[in-house]
């Protein structure tokens, strides 16, 4: 039986201009684990500056315009005994021209291309045992590309381990996004089938025995979809889900699950 846990997950965006508020934040907040994507690498400094265990990795690096790295990071309460890099493969040779020009027009709002994209995956120790957490930010590209990159993330879960899985998924499941399943280089049926991505991804957590805890929330205005998810495996009770109102200068907002 795994213990009660309190755990956190946000995209604080890498070009979040609200870096003081964003990190007042996360200081407060009463966690266990805290999973955070896009972390800008000026960012890492401050969260080693507070009192947990952390794992980091290499998000991806922005290779247009003005060329950055950011990360995702696993914050714990408790010791983080290993943790491990699981490679992305890298699309871009992959997209068609109308991806291509997409990315180069939407280039002054922080569109770029992408390079060494990852995920992380760490074990911790409570006092029940080894928990096993992974901390993933899925590709802005098709839907099959995204379900290929969380079956191969979740390849290294052990099913004997209590098991949470964080991060943003980048799931799009409105009709006032999902041309961008299109213009990433999908079929024409992935922009108007717009539901078909949220209903074969819910079916990928039943068989891996994943629980999402905040089914049905928006966790993005913009897109109207549950782009972040906290997923605990049948050892965890759910005790509480939140979607978090303030957002911190970021486009995603915080998500929260108390376990019991």
């Given at each position: ?17 609200e870096?003081?508020?964003?990190f ?8 266990d ?8 690498d000026?960012?890492?400094k401050?969260?080693?500056s ?8 290499v ?7 003005v060329p950055?790295?950011?990360?995702v990071?696993i ?9 491990k ?8 040779s ?5 991806a291509?020009?997409l ?9 770029s291309?992408r390079t ?12 029940k045992?080894?928990?096993?957490i ?13 379900l290929?990159?969380?079956?191969q ?18 799931t799009?499941q409105?009709?006032?996004v ?13 922009a ?15 068989e ?5 805890a ?17 997923l605990?495996s ?7 889900a ?6 911190f200068?970021?486009?995603h907002h ?7």
């Amino acid at each position: 039986m795994a213990q009660n846990m309190k755990i956190y997950s946000w995209n604080m965006l890498f070009r979040n201009r609200e870096l003081d508020r964003a990190f007042e934040f996360i200081k407060k907040s009463d966690f266990d684990i805290f999973c955070l994507q896009e972390v800008p690498d000026e960012f890492l400094k401050r969260l080693r500056s507070l009192p947990y265990h952390l794992a980091e990795t290499v998000d991806a690096n922005h290779l247009f315009r003005v060329p950055n790295t950011h990360r995702v990071v696993i914050l714990s309460r408790y010791e983080i005994v290993q943790n491990k890099r699981i490679s992305f493969p890298d699309y871009w040779s992959e997209l068609p021209w109308r991806a291509k020009a997409l990315v180069w027009l939407l280039g002054p709002l922080g569109w770029s291309k992408r390079t060494n994209r990852a995920a992380l995956v760490a074990d911790i120790i409570t006092l029940k045992g080894t928990v096993r957490i992974f901390n993933l930010h899925l590709v802005l590209a098709t839907p099959e590309k995204r379900l290929r990159e969380f079956e191969q993330a979740l390849a290294d879960r052990d099913r004997d381990l209590p098991t949470i899985v964080c991060g943003d998924f980048n799931t799009l499941q409105s009709p006032r996004v999902s041309l961008l399943n299109w213009l990433l280089g999908g079929r024409a049926s992935d922009a108007l089938f717009y539901n078909r991505e949220r209903t074969r991804i819910e079916v990928s957590f039943i068989e891996h025995q994943l629980t999402n805890a905040l089914a049905g929330g928006i966790t993005h205005p913009l897109s109207q979809s549950q782009l972040d998810h906290i997923l605990v495996s049948h050892s965890f009770s759910i005790k509480n889900a939140d979607v978090i109102a303030d957002r911190f200068g970021s486009d995603h907002h915080p998500i929260k699950v108390e376990t019991e």
